[in-house]
């Protein structure tokens, strides 16, 4: 199993309690784990009955493992005001306050909120050195594309972006004239380091999530779900990402054979209906099914976390 593993799907099919599970499943095997969170609901705190924040903090009563939850508003917030320090020192003061301008713009536009929690996930992902298994408890699939998107298409944005300083500082240079030396030089540009570091920095996130990263989707036996799982699986192959199980979650308990009357009657048609989903899910997907999980009276958490993680296929 790889360092990384990512559990997403659909808005509520129950990827927090998959991914609290495994983590869970884990930390039983002895693995250093952390469970970080980046849905914006963040259940983690009502699986583990514990408030969590954005440093990881051990789980109480669980040896080895530990969670976090990323605020993505606190993660924009932090972004801005890092693009704002960054760029502020490259500019002249009189232009400070317009800059800061169009970069407060700029975060409000589509694209901020993923960029901003894209940072924050690749920190996560480089400073590891701690835990021997990081599971991540995504946002709802489409935030999740997303955000795995962005290196593909953010790298090579970075890199015409070096070519054209680059450029523009190297026609700078043959302008100088006689001895004058020129106010900067390719080898100390702060523009071009700073573009650089961006750019290996999508480099590293495109070579990790390829290499050193497992992808779950978690799937209710209902026709929606289903047909965005299908959707997110041809997406993430889009990026190069292959996605190793499904997780059909919420599946409903047969009745036992002498009840009847009209609830037995609806429980009976509800699981052959899901019967037929489960069996499409197993013929026509690729990715194998690793667990399926039926749905619980009270909340997963507790002993009944322990009962889901141990029905989890899924190797640790």
């Not at 700029?106 to 701690?130: K, S």
């Amino acid at each position: 199993m790889d360092r990384f593993v990512f559990f997403g799907g659909k808005g509520g099919v129950g990827k927090t309690t998959m991914s609290s599970a495994y983590g869970l499943k884990c930390a039983r095997a002895g693995l250093e784990t952390l469970v970080v969170s980046t849905d914006p609901a963040h259940s983690t705190a009502d699986v583990f009955d514990q408030s969590f924040d954005d440093d990881p903090q051990p789980v109480e009563g669980v040896d080895n493992l530990s969670v976090m939850e990323i605020d993505p508003d606190d993660e924009v917030e932090r972004h801005l005001m890092e693009t704002k320090r960054a760029l502020g020192q490259q500019v002249s003061p009189a232009m400070v306050n317009e800059i800061d301008r169009q970069i407060e713009m700029a975060h409000q536009t589509p694209g901020a909120y993923e960029a901003a929690l894209f940072d924050r996930f690749i920190d996560v992902m480089r400073n590891a050195d701690p835990y021997d298994r990081i599971v991540f408890d995504t946002s709802p699939t489409g935030g999740t594309l997303r955000l795995l998107s962005l290196p593909a298409f953010l790298e090579g944005w970075v890199e015409r972006l070096l070519h054209k300083r680059e450029q523009s500082v190297e026609l700078f240079e043959r302008a100088a004239i006689g001895n004058q030396e020129p106010r900067r030089i390719m080898e100390g540009d702060p523009i071009i380091a700073r573009l650089q570091e961006r750019k290996e920095t999508f480099e590293f996130a495109k070579e990790t999530l390829r290499d050193e990263a497992t992808f779950f989707l978690v799937v209710n036996p209902d026709d929606l779900s289903i047909r965005e799982t299908r959707r997110a699986i041809d997406s993430l192959g889009d990026h190069g990402l292959s996605v190793s199980g499904l997780a059909v979650n919420k599946l409903t308990p047969s009745p036992d054979d002498d009840e009847e009357g009209r609830g037995a009657r609806f429980l009976r048609d509800r699981v052959a209906t899901e019967r037929e989903r489960l069996d499409e899910l197993h013929e026509t997907f690729d990715p194998p099914v690793v667990a399926e999980i039926e749905t619980r009276v009270r909340e997963v958490k507790g002993s009944l976390l322990e009962d889901v993680a141990s029905e989890l296929d899924i190797a640790t």
